[in-house]
């Protein structure tokens, strides 16, 4: 049953989730409020193969609710993964990350670095390119973008590269543009992936309320949209009531900064 009342948040955390559902036997690095929701919602329903950590050194048989947990919680260890063997598993491709970049360009490179000015001296520093090269080479990533705007899909190239996308020109050696594994990219407004022609970014879906002419106003390259575009699922009422077991003190809700309470569509 689809439900008729739920948050922006909550949306974009089931169509987050659909991203992993395909992964099987894969380790979920969901960073941040939505994205590890998102992956604790597909390892508790779609695929149970999904394999998490408890953010410290142990797999989980069961996802961690996220923010404090009664003194009883006991967690549900499955096995052990120290630092060495997850360099082990990134290595090995079988890792999908969903992250949120400050930046992202038609090729699917972001920037988590800086942002304006020279590299030697940008106007702001932020994280640094961190594992990110390594991470866009090995294994598959998805993106999470809060605030659907052209401050986040800019115009031009990134202005710092820290990850591989489909662009020919900075492909290290050796590799082919089959070898990068961009999957879904979720934002306030939509769902977009890269299956466009040659790898252009394409709108998978809009979420309720949205226009295909406002994804296009806030997106600073062209994006490619197919001749139909359908509305972002709905959550269902088991998976509202799986979020909100997940996320009992309901920090999804400040991970956005407007979160209305909802898009109401037709009961399913």
Known sequence: MTATQ???AELMICAAATAFDNDGEVLATGIGVIPRLAASVSMSTNNPDLMMTDSEAYLLSEPN???????????RNETWMGFSRIFDNVWSRKRHAMIGPTQIDQYGQCNIS????????????????????GNSISHANSFFVPNHSKRVFVAQECDVVCSIGYNPARLPKGYQLSDVDIRLVITDICVMDWQGPEHQLRLVSVHPGVSVKEVIEKTGFEI???????????????????IAKL??????????????PGVRPEES
Not at 117 to 124: D, M, R
Not at 228 to 235: D, V
Request: proline share 12%; aromatic share 4%; hydrophobic share 35%.
């Open 247 to 260: 996320d009992p003190h309901n920090l999804r809700a400040k991970q956005l900064k407007d979160n209305p």
């Open 6 to 8: 739920y948050s922006l």
């Open 65 to 75: 609710p996220i923010g404090p947990r009664a003194d009883d919680f006991v967690q």
């Open 114 to 133: 800086a942002l304006g000015g020279e590299y030697a001296k940008p106007k702001i520093q932020m994280l640094g390119v961190r594992g990110l090269p």
């Open 224 to 242: 490619h949209v197919e001749e139909h575009t359908p509305t972002t699922a709905a959550p269902t009422a088991e998976q509202l009531a799986l």
